[in-house]
């Protein structure tokens, strides 16, 4: 049975994502739910890709554990068994759903980048820089960065399109001091992750984090991390700077719907069965090589 929201009407929501569900369990705890909507350009597509809310869990799980001597995480480690009652619904949601704390969530994305590609090309190609950040002349379509960088965006509600922003304006908003916190532990963590990743074949293009501030006011690393839903993960060995290479991650969705008569606003059109198994096949293959688990 796919998982619905309408399955734990017994919590209050608190809020839905355009992937994940968020619901209260106390003032200090909720349960966020990792659904298979898939988003696209911003839109949430009409059809699920199954499996995938399960996939990224077991992806972002696996991350978080890795990261932790970097930044503490959200994670609590209590079984979804301790606050839902019904056998059925705990092995539904046990591999898809965690308690984590409730944190004031930062409306901003971490993106950090360590290749020139996405939206980060087109910038560059129309203005020789990257979120204000100069480059050097001459770069291709998926070169390596001298450097890896960071280039956060506005948090859009479901619907909407994130917006690329200049540091300086993340540092108006939420002060100077988080925002240099927040972008030198994104660029460790990418950086730690990126080495895991290229020893077993992956190359990581670029990620985005999310972050909260807890009671006393700490920086904890939230949502999800580095999975082929924030992520773009190029296998190393097909590589080729000059192209688009193929993927990991939904970029494979994205191709398919430039293909198509779609002006990128809701509603999204319905992916072909073939897209969304192949999507699928392609979130399992990248679990299994970053985590070395069996994809669940």
């Not at 972002?60 to 068994?81: A, C, D, K, V």
């Amino acid at each position: 049975m796919p998982y619905s929201t309408d399955m734990l009407d017994m919590l209050p929501l608190i809020h839905q994502g355009k992937v994940r569900d968020s619901f209260a369990l106390d003032e200090d705890y909720m349960m966020i739910v990792a659904s298979d909507r898939l988003s696209a350009f911003d839109v949430v597509l009409p059809n699920p890709v199954p499996g995938k809310g399960a996939l990224l869990t077991q992806i972002s799980n696996f991350w978080f554990e890795q990261t932790e001597h970097i930044i503490e995480n959200h994670l609590t480690g209590i079984p979804i068994s301790d606050v839902i009652a019904d056998p059925g619904l705990v092995e539904l949601l046990e591999q898809r759903a965690v308690i984590v704390r409730r944190l004031e969530p930062i409306p901003v994305e971490a993106i950090v980048r360590g290749y020139l590609i996405g939206s980060g090309w087109t910038d560059y190609q129309e203005t020789g820089a990257v979120c204000g950040i100069p480059l050097p002349e001459g770069l291709r379509q998926a070169d390596t960065l001298p450097e890896v960088i960071f280039t956060p965006s506005t948090k859009a509600l479901a619907g909407n399109h994130d917006i690329n922003v200049d540091f300086d304006v993340v540092a108006r908003a939420v002060g100077q001091e988080l925002a240099n916190q927040i972008r030198d532990v994104s660029v460790r963590i990418y950086e730690f992750a990126a080495r895991h990743a290229l020893e077993r074949g992956i190359i990581i293009a670029d990620t985005k984090f999310e972050f909260g501030l807890d009671k006393e006011g700490s920086l904890v690393l939230m949502d999800e991390i580095l999975t082929p839903d924030s992520s773009r993960f190029w296998p190393a060995d097909s590589w080729q700077p000059g192209t688009s290479p193929p993927s990991y991650d939904k970029q494979f969705v994205r191709d398919y719907l430039e293909t198509l008569d779609w002006n990128k606003q809701a509603p999204g059109p319905l992916l072909p069965a073939d897209i969304i198994e192949a999507t699928v096949n392609k979130y399992a293959e990248a679990c299994k090589i970053l985590t070395g688990q069996v994809p669940a």
